[in-house]
């Protein structure tokens, strides 16, 4: 099962995945409520999959820190698995974050249902 780090602000949120998570064999190697906690973090553990919030205020559209934050990681580690997840379903972000090469998008709240898009990610054929 995959090493899985959670980037979440709301730490109820933090809790309903990583209790999701962990109830299906995945281990969470990390829970951090910010990015930069989660670059350092991401050094330190070496998760097969970072799970991250699209942390945007009011206008989601148009901000583009979530976008920094992605393309960061890869900084850090080219081949990082990132699947980013948000509160809202919007098209535009969902295509966004895929063509910027995140490996998945979920809308939360996180399901069950939705471990079936981690598998994919952290554990290909």
Aim: zero cysteines; a negative charge.
């Amino acid at each position: 099962m995959a090493r899985v780090m959670i980037v979440e602000n709301a730490e109820f949120m933090r809790m309903a995945i990583r209790d999701t998570l962990f109830k299906h064999g995945h281990e969470i190697v990390a829970e951090v409520a910010d990015e930069e906690e989660a670059f350092e973090k991401y050094l330190e553990v070496k998760p097969d999959l970072v799970l991250m919030d699209i942390m945007a205020p009011d206008n989601l559209i148009d901000n583009t820190n979530w976008k920094e934050s992605f393309n960061r990681f890869l900084d850090i580690d080219h081949e990082a698995k990132m699947a980013m997840f948000s509160s809202l379903g919007q098209q535009i972000l969902i295509t966004e974050s895929t063509k910027i090469g995140a490996m998945g998008f979920m809308v939360k709240p996180f399901e069950p249902g939705m471990l079936s898009v981690i598998k994919k990610i952290a554990e290909p054929n």
